[in-house]
């Protein structure tokens, strides 16, 4: 057997300590059961199998690791960061755009009217507990000003952090709530009316598209009502529930 030279080695190291960044570790693990399959020196695709106490772990790695962020000037503005909340070991992660004023006052995402419309499609619509069975986060941490769109470079210096969350967390199910998601997620412009209910892939997860519940209540039509409920119980399939 061809024992690999010295640069291969360092080459195979320098990829998993990136594949651990990306995955979250701000330092390197050396609990025994921390991965289930081991990573040889010829495999740069190690692969990764976590216990239910490690994802919870990892996710509130990257909430330190984001520290009280400065990275971009929504902080200037901000109360507080809107990281996310629910169980981090949920199948079912929602994403949304960014925090609006409620959210900023309570660092918690979804509470204002949008997000006891969230619950209510959540709880009452798919029957499930949102906090026990999901997992609820926006793609900037801050609130834009005027509850604006995210600007490109703000987008940027949050992306990677909600990178880390999905992989910490590893839900089965991604649903992205509204167009500046949609768009945010799959890097190009979205017609959420048009491209609801479709599914897609973002980082390796299933991603589904959907309305925004502050649309829904802009909108409370008998049709956009309807068309959410048909999204969630595409989602609810895709969880076997």
Not at 212 to 224: G, S
Request: glycine share 8%; hydrophobic share 35%; net charge positive.
């Amino acid at each position: 057997m061809q024992i690999p030279d010295r640069n291969s080695l360092l080459r195979e190291l320098k990829n998993h300590l990136f594949f651990l960044k990306d995955a979250g570790y701000s330092e390197i693990p050396c609990e025994s059961d921390l991965f289930t399959e081991s990573v040889s020196p010829l495999n740069s695709s190690p692969v990764k199998s976590m216990t239910d106490n490690k994802k919870a772990n990892s996710l509130i790695e990257v909430r330190e690791e984001l520290g009280d962020c400065t990275r971009c000037k929504l902080s200037q503005g901000r109360k507080n960061i809107v990281f996310g909340s629910g169980n981090p070991k949920a199948d079912l992660v929602f994403v949304g755009e960014g925090p609006g004023a409620d959210e900023d006052e309570q660092g918690l995402p979804f509470v204002g009217r949008a997000g006891k419309k969230l619950t209510e499609i959540i709880e009452k619509g798919m029957l499930l507990d949102r906090e026990k069975d999901t997992y609820i986060c926006n793609i900037v941490k801050c609130r834009p000003p005027g509850n604006r769109d995210p600007e490109k470079e703000e987008i940027a210096a949050c992306n990677p952090f909600l990178i880390q969350q999905l992989k910490a967390i590893q839900p089965r199910v991604v649903v992205a709530l509204g167009k500046p998601a949609a768009s945010t997620l799959l890097g190009r412009n979205v017609p959420i009316t048009k491209e609801r209910g479709t599914w897609h892939d973002y980082e390796g997860f299933k991603l589904m598209l959907t309305l925004h519940p502050a649309y829904l209540l802009r909108a409370y039509t008998i049709e956009n009502r309807k068309a959410v409920q048909s999204d969630m119980k595409k989602v609810l399939k895709e969880l076997g529930r």
